[in-house]
Every structure is written in C-alpha cells, then in structure tokens.
C-alpha cells in the first residue's frame, strides 16, 4: 500500500516542479523501483540498472554540490525504510559531491529543491567534449 502512496507523492512533486524552471528543464525521474519478472529484471540488469539509485536526480551544480539527488517514501506515518542499497547509493553520491535527502513526501521534497535552488550559481568553464569520431580517430 505505501508504494502507490509514494507513486502519488512523486507524481504530485513532479506537477509542482514543472512550474520551476531549473527543475522543469533538468530534472527526472529514475525508474529503477518496481515489481518485475526474474525474465525483465534480468534484462534490465544486463542494461545497467542498480539497486538503490534514488528517485530523482538534478544535475545541476549550485553552491558547492555537483548536483542533487532526492529518495522519495510515503510520508509519515506509513512505514516506508531506506534499504541497505539506498543507503549505499546516498553515501557514493556524496563523496562526488551530490547533495542527497531522503524524502518523506513530496512536500519535504519541495523543500530539498527549494534551499538547493537557492544555493549561489558557480562559476563554470564548458572545455570542448571531442566528437565520438574524433575519439574512434585516437582510438586508430
């Protein structure tokens, strides 16, 4: 029952953060949760898919994050954990400087976004990514 109650809070994050710009057009969702087949869970497995990858990820630096990720549970009181793997992914985020929350709600969501919306905007270079042909040259 709490997973349909956590599907309803992303979904009512994901209307709020269509009206923010910065979210509207960096954020997304990760579908990494759900019940699946051992045949499809499989097959995404071979594809990449890992365990504990939070639900939202904003790649964008502000302050002196590199980006934000956000777990979204059914608020209180329902019981929803954090798993072992969640826990896992949260400590990898952050040592390459991502700023994590665990959300209870899309509220406490809101509220990750806005203070991280508000941290100052760095000063960034943008080198020159090669081409993947000028990468298959090297590679000759």
């Known amino acids: 029952m709490a997973k349909h109650i956590e599907d309803d ?10 009206y923010i710009p ?4 960096y954020l997304y969702h990760v579908p990494n949760g759900g019940k699946r087949n051992v045949r499809e869970a499989a097959r995404m497995k071979a594809m990449g898919v890992r365990a504990g990858v939070h639900d939202y990820h904003l790649p964008v ?3 002196e994050y590199t980006g934000l990720w956000i777990e979204m549970k059914a608020p209180r009181p329902h019981k929803s ?3 072992q793997p969640q826990r896992d992914w ?3 985020m952050v040592f390459t400087g991502h700023a994590v929350f665990v959300c209870y709600g899309w509220m406490q969501a809101k509220r990750a ?5 508000r941290l100052a ?3 960034l270079s943008f080198p020159t990514t090669p081409t993947i042909e000028e990468l298959m040259d090297e590679a000759a």
């Open 61 to 63: 630096p502000r302050g």
């Open 81 to 83: 954990t954090v798993s």
């Open 22 to 25: 910065a979210l509207n057009d």
């Open 90 to 92: 949260s400590q990898k």
């Open 113 to 117: 976004f806005e203070w991280y919306l």
């Open 121 to 123: 905007i760095p000063e």
């Open 9 to 18: 809070e992303c979904k009512n994050l994901w209307q709020w953060a269509q």
